[in-house]
């Protein structure tokens, strides 16, 4: 079989049909890893892949074997690069492994971001510490806010019943004022009631004691006349 390869490797036609066809293999086998590592193509899509041909001079002719290199492009490709610098500890995975959205692909040591993180963290233990302080404060300010709305509700109560019994006793005051007052005037209009009376009391008493005078003067000059005669 070495011998017969030999022999081939000699004739340049069978070199460079030899060539062709590792070139070709190469290209398609680059082909297949791209379609295979690019989820969104369709498995029986064709691919044209233009190829280009060496010639094999003389000298590399007398060679027993053929080596060459090719590149192979895959459909499509994803630069993976780190925002931070640092020492990388760890790959979590192999050349032709399916890798998945917001899967760990590697593993960074970084002294500047771990300052960064650490300061990170102390920031923020301080500003829940200042947040827990506040809510704290804020807490006990509501509450008391709470008891003075209360406090005053309760002087409100309290001073519109104050107002109440301030009203009814202006009430009673009114209505006792509006008694005395009408007791002040019957009793006005009775003594008036009585004056008249007793004025004309007086005056009858007048008349009739001028009556009897009268009546005895009367009395008299008869009595004079009648001795007269």
Do not use: H
């Not at 979590?92 to 590697?106: C, I, K, P, R």
């Amino acid at each position: 079989m070495k011998n017969i390869f030999k022999n081939l490797l000699k004739n340049k036609t069978s070199r460079n049909i030899i060539l062709l066809v590792l070139i070709v293999g190469l290209v398609f086998s680059g082909v297949s890893l791209a379609v295979k590592n690019n989820e969104s193509q369709e498995e029986n899509k064709e691919f044209i892949k233009t190829v280009s041909t060496q010639i094999i001079n003389g000298d590399e002719a007398n060679k027993s074997q053929i080596e060459t290199v090719g590149v192979v492009e895959a459909q499509s490709s994803i630069d993976v690069i780190s925002t931070i610098s640092g020492t990388l500890k760890g790959l979590y995975f192999n050349v032709g492994d399916e890798v998945y959205q917001n899967q760990s692909l590697a593993q960074l040591y970084s002294s500047t971001a771990l300052t960064s993180l650490n300061n990170a963290q102390t920031n923020l233990n301080n500003i829940q510490s200042s947040l827990t302080t506040t809510q704290r404060i804020t807490d006990e300010s509501i509450r008391q806010t709470e008891i003075g709305v209360e406090q005053a509700n309760i002087g409100l109560e309290n001073a519109k019943k104050s107002i109440q019994v301030a009203e009814l006793g202006l009430k009673t005051a009114q209505d006792n004022l509006n008694n005395a007052i009408k007791i002040k005037e019957k009793s006005l209009k009775d003594q008036k009631n009585k004056a008249v009376i007793n004025f004309n009391a007086y005056v009858n008493t007048i008349f009739s004691a001028r009556d009897q005078v009268a009546l005895l003067i009367n009395a008299n000059t008869s009595e004079l006349l009648s001795s007269n005669l």
